[in-house]
């Protein structure tokens, strides 16, 4: 008897998941054939985007480990073991990650790991990518997804599993969104972002310490940095539209003069930094912050959603890449239990990855807060130090909800309800806790932490 013929999925969108779902399911034995609006950045060295660097975690290294690409990966990054808080004055302080010495979060090239997943796509006989091909529609009966090319050609794509990783905007979840039942919303911040850089220095060397987050939170606005392989770092604004400390209060029609001054006002310590300031503020774009949420995440046992498609998440976490690489995984591995059998696997899917999804959006926006606000506040140093005493002193235990997130595996709606619990810990005040540990012993913090 010969073997069935292998599967056939269809994947919308070239772009990060896109890339490493098609290198999984090749591996798998499937035909994957991948369809890209945009034109293929093999051949013009980089791919477009929000931003030019990201930040991987230990979720999306997991996922590329799962596709043996992890290693090549991760010989380009630039690990961050904190973040270096930049006060008005130009006071540095640091604050680890974890008590960890070895972890970090690495800065990675967006457009480089993009060209590495479709690089390593194409290389495989079974994966075909397709660039310069527009979704114009979706038939739900039959799953078949209709494409048109830069020629105004119409290009009918059949297959058995048809997957939308087109991203927040997705034009198969606009196809799902008219169907009933189907929960969809999207919610903007009142914050936009626009990016700035710190070139390398003369000698070709980093300007700032390479190995941390960089952050000049002013309540309410603030400026991130994160370092790139070429000895830059990337300088990220996040305001208001409005107010004081706002691109409304600042536009790009600002005299020289004006945008100088506010920046040395604000971040004097970077503006020494960055001589294109004035022209990457007036020229690069200032763009929004949405959290889009959608349920369910399938339709039928044809077509699924993952990543931006299925969740788009503000930046704050650093999680948006690694929760969809953490899809992907997910995805592949139900794939592997249960057969290759879409209508057993997509309602698993939904079902395990849609309250993940929920919690790690929340904990985003969330971690906003606390990066603009609350970093610099000796209450807030305190309590992340007394973390730091009780995970060394509970170690699998207490975990702080930084490791949860960024440093393990553990579903982000279960890591979420555990930091829930360890803060009924904390809740009877920081200095009593303390104290309950040394004095009480192991025993008796655990059953605090019940």
């Known amino acids: 008897m010969s073997d069935p013929s292998p599967r056939t999925a269809i994947i919308a969108g070239a772009g990060l998941a896109g890339s490493l779902l098609a290198v999984l399911l090749g591996r798998r034995g499937w035909t994957v054939h991948v369809h890209e609006r945009r034109s293929d950045p093999r051949a013009r060295g980089f791919i477009g985007g929000r931003s030019i660097n990201l930040a991987l975690s230990t979720r999306g290294i997991t996922a590329l480990e799962r596709a043996g690409l992890a290693g090549d990966v991760l010989s380009e990054v630039i690990p961050m073991r904190g973040r270096m808080m930049h006060d008005r004055a130009g006071e540095l302080t640091f604050q680890p990650y974890s008590r960890g010495a070895k972890r970090a979060i690495n800065s990675v090239s967006r457009s480089g790991l993009n060209l590495l997943l479709l690089r390593a796509a194409g290389e495989m006989p079974n994966v075909h990518l397709h660039f310069d091909h527009r979704l114009e529609d979706v038939d739900l009966d039959s799953g078949d997804a209709i494409f048109v090319t830069a020629d105004g050609e119409h290009v009918t794509a059949r297959s058995d599993l048809l997957i939308g990783a087109d991203g927040a905007f997705s034009a198969v979840r606009a196809k799902l969104q008219r169907t009933p039942g189907f929960d969809y919303s999207q919610s903007y911040l009142t914050h936009g972002y626009k990016e700035l850089t710190i070139p390398p220095a003369e000698d070709g060397s980093f300007r700032l310490d390479e190995h941390a987050l960089h952050i000049w939170p002013r309540g309410g606005s603030m400026m991130i940095?994160?370092?790139?392989?070429?000895?830059?770092?990337?300088?990220?604004?996040?305001?208001?539209?409005?107010?004081?400390?706002?691109?409304?209060?600042?536009?790009?029609?600002?005299s020289d003069a004006d945008i100088e001054a506010f920046f040395r006002r604000e971040y004097g310590d970077a503006v020494p930094l960055m001589p294109t300031l004035l022209e990457d503020y007036r020229t690069n774009p200032t763009s929004t912050l949405v959290t889009i949420r959608c349920a369910p995440w399938h339709w039928s046992d044809r077509i699924v959603l993952l990543g931006d498609a299925a969740h788009a998440i503000v930046p704050f976490y650093g999680q948006g890449m690694n929760a969809a690489f953490e899809d992907v995984r997910v995805l592949d591995e139900l794939l592997e239990q249960h057969g290759d059998d879409p209508a057993v696997v997509l309602p698993r899917f939904t079902e395990r990855r849609k309250p993940a999804g929920d919690a790690i959006a929340d904990l985003a926006l969330d971690n906003f807060i606390e990066m603009r606000d609350r970093v610099a506040s000796p209450l807030f140093l305190a309590r992340k130090k007394l973390e730091k005493v009780l995970s060394g002193l509970l170690p699998g235990t207490f975990v702080p909800l930084y490791d949860l997130v960024s440093f393990s595996n553990v579903p982000y709606h279960e890591a979420r309800k555990k930091a829930r619990r360890q803060d009924r810990l904390l809740a009877g005040g920081a200095i009593a806790a303390a104290v309950l540990l040394v004095v009480g012993g192991v025993a008796a913090a655990v059953a605090l932490a019940g």
């Not at 208001?240 to 209060?249: C, N, R």
């Open 225 to 254: 940095a994160l370092p790139n392989p070429d000895k830059s770092f990337t300088c990220t604004l996040f305001w208001p539209t409005e107010g004081d400390h706002s691109f409304g209060a600042l536009p790009e029609t600002s």
